[in-house]
Every structure is written in C-alpha cells, then in structure tokens.
C-alpha cells in the first residue's frame, strides 16, 4: 500500500500563496493519478485537484486559475501550488492516490486563510 506524507500547510493572509507538498513512497509513475482533496468542519472531503500520470489536469472550479497541480518524479512528490488565497479556502487538505484496493490517502495538512 502506497504512503503519502502532505507539509506545506499554514496561516496565510488573504491573497497570499502557499504550496503543499505530499510524496509517495513509491514511485509517483506507478500511479495513475494523484489528487489533492479538502474538507472543512462539517462537510465532506471533496476534490481540488488532480494530476493523471499522463499529465491531464482537473481542477475544481472555485481554485482555476489560482490553484496548479505540478509533480517532480524525481522526488516522488506532487504539488499543489496556491496563489490567491481567500478565506473560503481554510480547510484540512489531503492527497490521495489509488490504493491497493481502494484509495490511499495522507494524514492532511491544515490550511487556514485568515487576516
């Protein structure tokens, strides 16, 4: 079963960036896709972003245009740089990859955007 460790959260004010960082411990070209979800308190876990192994993107509607999804082979790392950033995005940020069965998924890393 893929590991995945996320860093990179923080307090950033409004319209700052941040970028979070969550490496596998296997190889990220053995994996069909990596995603980075959220969830705020009371609500469920739902997509940000995600990067296919073949290089296609998706990207939540509220964080186009502000939000990229990038990965660095060599480091087994996949990032989800964010620009922007409004107070709407405070939440526990989680990547996750496909499982063997089901999903992996990292402990979260906690955002809060606040001035």
């Known amino acids: 079963q893929v590991q995945l460790v996320e860093s990179g959260g923080g307090l950033v004010q409004p319209g700052g960036s941040l970028r979070l960082s969550c490496t596998s411990s296997?190889?990220?070209?053995?994996?069909?896709?990596m995603g980075w979800h959220r969830r705020t308190p009371g609500n469920i876990r739902k997509v940000v972003a995600t990067l296919t192994v073949d290089g296609l993107t998706f990207y939540e509607d509220s964080v186009k245009g502000r939000f990229t999804i990038y990965r660095d082979n060599s480091r087994n790392t996949v990032y989800l740089q964010m620009n922007n950033l409004k107070p709407e995005d405070t939440a526990v940020y989680y990547c996750?990859?496909?499982?063997?069965?089901?999903?992996?998924w990292g402990q979260g890393t906690q955002v809060t955007v606040s001035s």
């Open positions: 996750n990859a496909p499982g063997n069965p089901g999903e992996a």
């Open positions: 296997i190889s990220i070209r053995s994996l069909d896709y």
